[in-house]
Each structure stands twice: as structure tokens, then as C-alpha cells.
């Protein structure tokens, strides 16, 4: 039985969202003119409480589109130095938009509002005109970690001062919800613009969705094209979207529940070091001597269990639905035995 925690990325659709997508209404997206695509471009924005969504391939896309929207070249923007845009999307922020980036250090990948203030260059010829702040949430690198939404309203504050635009990565934003008891009218009332995935906890197979004001989102439309993500007969991934939305959100508590039943296993281990607290889907923790990272994870390989190691001491496990209970339980007993 493989076990593949490397990531939520590596779920496949269900039998019920494949039925879905084999007799979803389709048409052609670019000339706005799939059903499907727009019936869920409307259910997300309804959601979010947002005028209007774009579907896209990636989050990647919808990260670099949306910075590409908000700044001009020689632009700066702000987000901590190991978000997702930054470090995970292949430089598209000076590639795709000719901006700069200054990065934060900040506490499990978020910001606080003093440091995005202190971040903000002067008024001066001489610096870049830092123009958007972007957060991340949950944190990819943070283990998980989610936000405060007061002090993200904070951050929204500093941002309305300072005449910034306010861009959420929000990949894994529906776990942070689902364990916070927010709701995505909450969100949308704070950015300027957020990204969430479909692909990931939520189990399809491709997509994600870019939110904003109608004005936004028609310019967004443009550089999706300029950047060749004009689909044509989209509605099949969108069907999976809207299946995703109206069944998948709500289970995603049975993944953090995983996560901290791993996580607990873990803490019985002589090497295993440091464990960042769990909060979502995510879980990273230290590995000590005699193992290493690799060396773990080629341990698991054995019986056929995937992690990933992500540092020369860190191991990351991501939980999601195609892991069952009976994985979980498989898993803990092997790790109780190393």
C-alpha cells in the first residue's frame, strides 16, 4: 500500500468528481462562452464576496498574474522570505513583472504589520516604489501556520495608509479557514486580490482560481492570455472545481487530524528534534542523528511510505484525502518501530 504524504498536490479526482467532469457543459473560455468555467468563476466569487474570478492552471499563475496586475516594472514588493512566490515559482516576479522583492523574516512565513510598515521604502528616486504586500496562508514553509485575520486587518491598515495593494497566496487558504471557523467572505473583504488552489486539499486535478474587483479580473484576463493560460473546453477541470467546492472543503479537518496524530507519535522519538506546532495539513519536524533526512525518508521508501525532505535537518509531511485512516495507523506503527 504507498503512502505519498510529499505533498496534497499528489491527490487524484475521486469517481464522483470524474463523473462530473465526463458530463460537464463546455464550451470555449476564452470567448467567455464555457458554462462550467463561468458557473464556477461565479460560485467562487459568490463566495469570497469578491465582483469576479478568473480560472487558471496554477497557483503559480494566479500568484504572477495578479502581481503582474497590481505593479509596473521597477515596482517592489513585500512578502516574507520564504513565501511561495518568492522562493517556489521560478523568479516570475522580476521574469513576468520587472519588479524587485524585498524580503521579511518573519515568524513561521507571517507577517506583522510593524514590519510591513518598516519594510515600505520612502517617498526617494533612489528606491523602488513598493507598491503590493503579499501574505501567504497557510504558510508552505510554515508547517502549515495560519494567520490571524485581526492581524491581517492590521497589515490591510498599514496597506491603506501607504496607497499598497494587498495580494493574498492563498494555496492552502481553505485549510487555514476549515481550522480557523473563518469563512471567505472574511478574506475578501480585506484583499485586494487572492489566489486559491483547487488542486491541492481539495482533490482535482488542475486549477485555480484568481479573485478581484470586475476591473481587476478583466485585466487579469488579458495577461492570463499573454502568459498562454487561455484554456479552450475548460469546463471539464472546472467541473472538478465546482464538485471540489460543494464536497471537500468541510473533510479537510480529517487531514489535520492526521497530522496530529503523526505528529504525536513523533514526539515519542529520541530522533526527532524540533516540531513546529500543528496547526492545518502540514507537518515539518527536525531529524536527528543517527538519520538524516534523506536517510528517513529512504527508510519509509522501504515500505512504501513518500516524505519529502525539505532542508539538510527537516522532513515535511502533508496530509490530504487520498490518505486514509488506515494509512495513518499503517504509518504510525512503522514509525514506532525505527
Request: with cysteine; net charge negative.
Amino acid at each position: 500500500m504507498k503512502i505519498d504524504l510529499r505533498s496534497d498536490t499528489f491527490t487524484k479526482p475521486s469517481t464522483a468528481m470524474l463523473e462530473a467532469m465526463f458530463t460537464a457543459v463546455v464550451g470555449d473560455d476564452v470567448f467567455g462562452e464555457d458554462p462550467t468555467v463561468n458557473k464556477l468563476e461565479g460560485m467562487a466569487a459568490d463566495m469570497f464576496e469578491m465582483e469576479a474570478a478568473l480560472f487558471c492552471p496554477s497557483g503559480t499563475m494566479t500568484n504572477q498574474i495578479a502581481i503582474k496586475v497590481h505593479t509596473q516594472p521597477g515596482d517592489e514588493v513585500i512578502c516574507e522570505n520564504l513565501s511561495h512566490i518568492y522562493i517556489y515559482e521560478g523568479g516570475g516576479i522580476a521574469f513576468n513583472s520587472g519588479c524587485q522583492v524585498k524580503t521579511i523574516k518573519g515568524n513561521r512565513g507571517k507577517l506583522t504589520a510593524d514590519q510591513v510598515t518598516e519594510a515600505i521604502n520612502p517617498n526617494d528616486i533612489h528606491k523602488a516604489k513598493t507598491s503590493l504586500v503579499s501574505l501567504e496562508n497557510t504558510t508552505n514553509r510554515g508547517g502549515g501556520s495560519c494567520y490571524n485575520v485581526l492581524d491581517i486587518q492590521l497589515i490591510k491598515d498599514v496597506c491603506l495608509e501607504n496607497n499598497l495593494k494587498l495580494h493574498l497566496d492563498g494555496a492552502r487558504l481553505w485549510n487555514a479557514m476549515v481550522a480557523n471557523n473563518e469563512t471567505a467572505s472574511q478574506y475578501g473583504k480585506i484583499f485586494d486580490s487572492i489566489s486559491v488552489c483547487l488542486s491541492k486539499g481539495l482533490g482535482t486535478p488542475v486549477g485555480s482560481l484568481l479573485l478581484g474587483n470586475r476591473e481587476y479580473i478583466k485585466k487579469a484576463r488579458r495577461v492570463r492570455k499573454v502568459f498562454g493560460g487561455g484554456m479552450r473546453q475548460a469546463g471539464y477541470l472546472a467541473a472538478a472545481g465546482i464538485y471540489a467546492l460543494e464536497n471537500n472543503i468541510v473533510r479537510l479537518e480529517q487531514d489535520h487530524q492526521h497530522v496530529k496524530q503523526i505528529s504525536n507519535v513523533l514526539l515519542k522519538k529520541d530522533w526527532v528534534g524540533e516540531i513546529m506546532a500543528v496547526e492545518t495539513n502540514i507537518i515539518i519536524f527536525e531529524i536527528l542523528t543517527p538519520y538524516t533526512p534523506k536517510s528517513f525518508a529512504n527508510k519509509l521508501a522501504e515500505f512504501s511510505i513518500l516524505v519529502m525532505p525539505i532542508s539538510t535537518t527537516q522532513v515535511r509531511m502533508v496530509t490530504h484525502l487520498d490518505v486514509t485512516e488506515d494509512m495513518i495507523k499503517n504509518l504510525i506503527a512503522i514509525i514506532e518501530t525505527i
